[in-house]
């Protein structure tokens, strides 16, 4: 990676930490990127299940309850690390590997200055790596 693109993704980073601090002002790490660095380790542990949930590998039984519990996991995790209590924003988890998993509702993405994908979710862990 080119020392220009290096630096610009973690421009990136780094901003879309402090929208997440913005958001999330109780945030357990004030560091914007390490924060993003945190989250980022999250969300592609739930990537990676929902690939696998996809490929039929992952060990799970017919109503998903694993996945549910894995989610539910995930989701302590990252309201911890944001102290989401006060801010009461809904964070989802996305079961479709094509996308991004960790997720805030349309409804009040909406209304939050923070990364959207196309259906206008938040995003809470983007990827700003470069594409060259």
């Known amino acids: 990676m080119k020392k220009a693109d ?7 980073i780094k901003t879309h930490g402090i929208n997440l601090l913005n958001i999330f002002s109780e945030a357990a790490e004030k560091d914007p990127v390490k924060l993003c ?46 102290r989401n209590k006060q801010s009461n924003i809904e964070i989802l988890i996305n079961w479709d590997p094509r996308g991004y998993a960790l997720k805030i509702s349309t409804e ?24 060259n």
Not at 46 to 51: F, I, K, N
Not at 120 to 131: A, E, K, L
């Open 37 to 82: 660095k945190k989250l980022n380790t999250i969300e592609r542990k739930a990537r990676w299940r929902a690939t696998e949930y996809c490929n039929g590998t992952y060990q799970d039984n017919k109503e998903g309850d694993k996945m549910k519990l894995d989610d539910q996991k995930q989701i302590k995790a990252i309201n911890k690390i944001l």
């Open 6 to 12: 290096k630096e610009e993704m973690y421009k990136q």
């Open 108 to 131: 009040q993405a909406q209304e939050l200055t923070i990364y959207k994908d196309w259906g206008g979710y938040g995003i809470i862990s983007p990827d700003f790596t470069p594409y």
